[in-house]
Every structure is written in C-alpha cells, then in structure tokens.
C-alpha cells in the first residue's frame, strides 16, 4: 500500500470514528429522553392505579412478586436517569447498554402483564401492546441500527406470551398485532437511518463551511471525498497581512490584540468565501487564500481582485471607526498572483487540510512583500493582469526582484473596477 493510500485509509477511519462520536452524541441525549419518559409513565401508571382506587372504588389484590418488580424497576428508572446525566458519549458502551435497558424494559412489562393475571385477571395482551409500541419506539434514538429489529422480537416475544396465558391466542388478533409491530419498526428504523444521516451531514456541513464556500460545500456534499481529490491546475493565490503589525500591537494588551483580529480576519475571511474563494490558513496577522480549486471557475482571477478591492473598502470603515474612537488606523498588504498549483487534502489522519502548494504560493507572498515597497495596498502580478482583460484600472511597475527567484516579476497597482462599455 503506498503513502498516499495509507492516509486516505486513514482519513476514512478518523471520519468513521467522528460519526460514531456523532452518533454517541445524538443517542446519548435520547437516551436520557427516554428516561424521563420511563420515569413519566411510571408516575403515570401510578397515579392510574391511585385514581381509579379513590374515585372509583377499584380494589386491586395485592401481589408481592409484583410490588417487588415495580420497586426494581422504579429504582432502576431512577438510577438510569441520574447516570445518564454524569455520562459521556461512548459508542461502544452505549451499543451495550442499550440492548440491556431493552431487555429490562420488555421483562418488566411482561412481568407486571403476567402477575396481574395471576391476581386479578384483568390485563389484557392489548393493553401490554400499547406499552410495547412505546418501548419500540425508544429504539429511535439507540446507537446501534439493529436495535430496532431486536426491539421488533422483543415486543412480539413479549406479546405472544401476555397472549397466550391470558386472551389465549386469536390468529386474526396476532397477525394484526404482528403487522402493526412489524410497520411500526420498519417506521422506527427509516426514522433513526434518517435521523443519523442528518447529524452526520450537519456535522459534516458544518466542518466544510469553516474553510469552503457554500457553492464548493454543496458539490463535495453531493459528490464525496472525490470532489477534494489532488488536481493539478492554474488558480489565482492572495495573500494579504497587515503593515508593522507587530509595531502595532505592541502598545495593546494581548486580549485586544485577539479581539481586533478576530474582527479583523472575520470580515476578510467572509469578503473571500462570499466571492466563491477558500481561505487556506491564517498565519498570524495574515491570510492565505486562492480561487479556482477544488471547485473548477474561469473567473478565478477576477473573483480574488474584486475581493480584494471589497477588502480594500472594509479595511477603511474600519479604520473609521477606529480613528472615532480615538484608536490608530491600520494598513494592510495584498499581493495576487495566477499560476500552476497543486491541490489536494494534506496532512496525517487526525489533522489535515485541502491546501496549495507550488511556486504561484511563494510569488503571491513576494508580491505582498512588494506593496511595502512601492507604498500600495494591493499589487498584481502580470499573470493576474492578463486574465483580467482591462476590467480594472491600475498602474504597471517597473519590473521587480523578489527574493527566491531569478526572474523579475511584473506588478500592477490596482485601482478601481472599471465601468462596462456597451458595445455599439
């Protein structure tokens, strides 16, 4: 097996491992639901038994076996409420669990079903079903996706022996019950399939947002992990920073330091996404950013200019409101630049992300380097310059040296989008 398929088995398997975390997350939660429901029924059948005693006289016979399993039973409501609140989600201790909480619910109400008979024939096997629909659907929420089925056998195991020591056993009753257990849990298990597909693709939406725009999420969404597969293609790369930033913070407290660069990076990071661009990283007071991977668009190199002239705008509102509240204005640096990269997921399994690599990188950071020089806030290599096609105004530099490179590079100040010309 080579290095590249190792880690892509390893990605899958820390992808496993995160939906099985989402999924222990998610059963945990209804499984403390279904405690207060056990312990709400109780209270419930308790207040029947009380009621139909005080205002109706009824008399029920004592049954010692009886008292004692409702006792355990209580306690074991009681215990399974107050542990679910100091528990963690575990996958694999929940896949037990639950099957054991199962068996206990379905033995008690057998139990109780049975014992009444006994000492007062008065339960019927359809009053037990109503209970065993109830316990099927706990099944909803439970960690493992035969749960169902095993909770399915459990209800009709548990109904056909009610029936057969007390109603005695009507074919016509017994297939309806059957039928009705059985759509029940075919309910019950297209809900739960659907219910774990939704908190994983939530999960999953929500990872991918982080560093894609909404349009590339919806097609990694619709193709998988394939539509991130490595791709040799030309894109167009900005990276921005801010000037003498560390001359800047120096004067504030590390928490306003934070503070303005959240804000700060936020607003940038946003401007990218919303021009169909992926922020790669942030490397301290700057950004690295690029267009044209993993989603293929022809318009890479205007998308990256018009976010950075948008940059440009909210780089001087908030330098307004800076200057209002008696704070220092700040500048920053951008540097654009289209060529060939390579781009793919990178990274071991535990950490990895979908970035750039190749020469296009380094000459988009010497270009940001050059807007220092030349005294503006954002240059443009010719390779950029080109595919633009005149759509923006800006002014041509004398040819440049950048460290790294023997070549001089051609740079263009950008100044403002120009106004399309109806053609006559």
């Given at each position: 097996m080579?290095?590249?398929t190792?880690?892509t088995?390893l990605?899958?398997r820390v992808?496993?491992q995160?939906e099985?975390?989402?999924?222990a ?6 499984e ?8 709400v029924?109780?209270v ?5 038994l009380i ?6 006289g009824v ?5 010692v076996?009886r ?18 609140r100091?528990e ?5 201790k929940?896949?037990k669990?639950?099957?054991l909480?199962?068996?206990v619910?379905?033995?008690?109400v057998?139990f109780?079903g049975l014992?009444?008979?006994e ?6 096997a359809?009053?037990g079903?109503?209970?065993m629909c109830?316990?099927i659907?706990?099944?909803?929420g439970?960690?493992n996706v035969?749960?169902v089925a095993?909770s399915?056998a459990l209800a ?5 022996t ?5 109603d005695?056993v009507?074919?016509?009753g017994?297939?309806l019950?059957t ?14 399939r659907?219910?774990?597909a939704?908190?994983?693709k ?6 991918l ?6 349009q590339v999420?919806e097609e990694?969404m619709?193709r998988?992990?394939?539509?991130l597969?490595p ?6 790369v900005?990276?921005?920073?801010i000037r003498d ?5 120096e004067?504030?407290?590390p928490?306003?330091?934070l ?5 700060y ?10 021009h169909?661009g992926?922020v790669?990283?942030?490397l301290?007071?700057g950004?690295l950013?690029?267009w044209?991977?993993p989603?293929?668009n022809?318009?890479h190199a205007?998308l990256?200019v018009?976010?950075a ?5 909210v ?10 509240n008696g704070a220092k204005?700040f500048?920053?640096?951008?540097g ?10 990178l990274?071991g399994?535990?950490q990895h992300e979908?970035?750039?690599i ?5 000459v988009a950071?010497r ?11 954002v240059l ?7 595919l633009?096609d005149?759509?923006?105004s800006?002014h041509?530099h004398a040819?440049?040296y950048?460290k790294?490179r023997?070549?001089?590079v051609v740079?263009y100040?950008l ?5 399309k010309?109806?053609a006559a």
């Amino acid at each position: 097996m080579d290095t590249n398929t190792q880690s892509t088995v390893l990605r899958k398997r820390v992808a496993k491992q995160n939906e099985d975390a989402v999924i222990a997350e998610n059963a945990l939660e209804m499984e403390k639901l279904v405690s207060i429901v056990r312990l709400v029924t109780i209270v419930l059948f308790a207040a029947a038994l009380i009621l139909s005693r005080g205002i109706f006289g009824v008399r029920g016979v004592r049954d010692v076996p009886r008292a004692l399993a409702a006792l355990l039973y209580m306690i074991f409501a009681l215990g399974t409420f107050f542990a679910l609140r100091r528990e963690k989600p575990d996958f694999r201790k929940a896949t037990k669990a639950e099957f054991l909480m199962s068996v206990v619910d379905f033995a008690f109400v057998t139990f109780s079903g049975l014992r009444t008979w006994e000492a007062e024939h008065i339960v019927s096997a359809a009053q037990g079903a109503t209970m065993m629909c109830l316990l099927i659907c706990f099944s909803l929420g439970r960690v493992n996706v035969l749960h169902v089925a095993f909770s399915w056998a459990l209800a009709l195991g548990s109904f056909f022996t009610l029936a057969w020591r007390t109603d005695g056993v009507d074919p016509r009753g017994l297939l309806l019950v059957t039928g009705l257990f059985t759509a029940l849990a075919v309910m019950v298990g297209m809900m739960q399939r659907r219910v774990r597909a939704m908190f994983i693709k939530l999960r999953k939406r929500d990872n991918l947002t982080r560093f894609l725009p909404p349009q590339v999420v919806e097609e990694v969404m619709s193709r998988g992990d394939s539509a991130l597969a490595p791709v040799q293609r030309e894109v167009t790369v900005l990276f921005s920073d801010i000037r003498d930033f560390t001359t800047f913070s120096e004067t504030l407290p590390p928490g306003a330091v934070l503070a303005f660069l959240d804000e700060y990076l936020g607003h940038m990071s946003h401007l990218v996404k919303e021009h169909d661009g992926i922020v790669n990283k942030f490397l301290g007071d700057g950004m690295l950013a690029f267009w044209g991977v993993p989603h293929r668009n022809a318009k890479h190199a205007e998308l990256a200019v018009k976010a950075a002239l948008d940059m440009r705008k909210v780089v001087e509102e908030l330098n307004q409101v800076r200057i209002n509240n008696g704070a220092k204005p700040f500048r920053i640096g951008i540097g654009i630049h289209t060529g060939q990269v390579a781009a793919g997921m990178l990274g071991g399994a535990d950490q990895h992300e979908y970035t750039v690599i190749g020469d296009a990188v380094n000459v988009a950071s010497r270009v940001e380097g050059l807007t220092k020089q030349l005294g503006v806030d954002v240059l443009v290599s010719e390779s950029t310059w080109r595919l633009l096609d005149g759509r923006f105004s800006g002014h041509r530099h004398a040819e440049q040296y950048v460290k790294g490179r023997q070549e001089a590079v051609v740079v263009y100040s950008l100044g403002e989008r120009l106004p399309k010309v109806d053609a006559a």
